[in-house]
């Protein structure tokens, strides 16, 4: 199992598996900086998911993104660095449960928008 505050952090901050593999990649290679054309290459992805990964790590404050559009692996708090390292340590140790904590983390807000067009019983 993992715990709530990495548990938090994954549903937080990583949005999908190609997420995770674009940190891990640029946290093991810092303080090397990542071209997109590099990231598509390195993950075998396409530029569209590795744009959308690049700048949702952006966001959460994990990556730091160039005029370039060069990207390095830069948390921005100490707080953050550490997560990120229990996050690696996880993953290496058991992948499968970090990958199920990803793709098993509900959206919230589909999950609400669709529950409310969820016909229901009569005696619910």
Known sequence: MLDDDLLSFIRGAIRSTWALELLLLARRQAPRAFSPEELVLELRSTPMLVDACRQGLQKSGLLAC??????????SSDALAALCDRLASAYAERPMTVINAIVG???????????????TKKDE
């Not at 160039?66 to 948390?75: G, K, L, N, T």
């Not at 959206?107 to 067009?117: E, Q, V």
């Open 66 to 75: 160039e005029a370039d559009r060069r990207c390095h692996y830069a948390p």
């Open 105 to 119: 983390s509900p959206n919230d807000r589909l999950k609400s928008f669709s529950d409310a067009f969820r016909f």
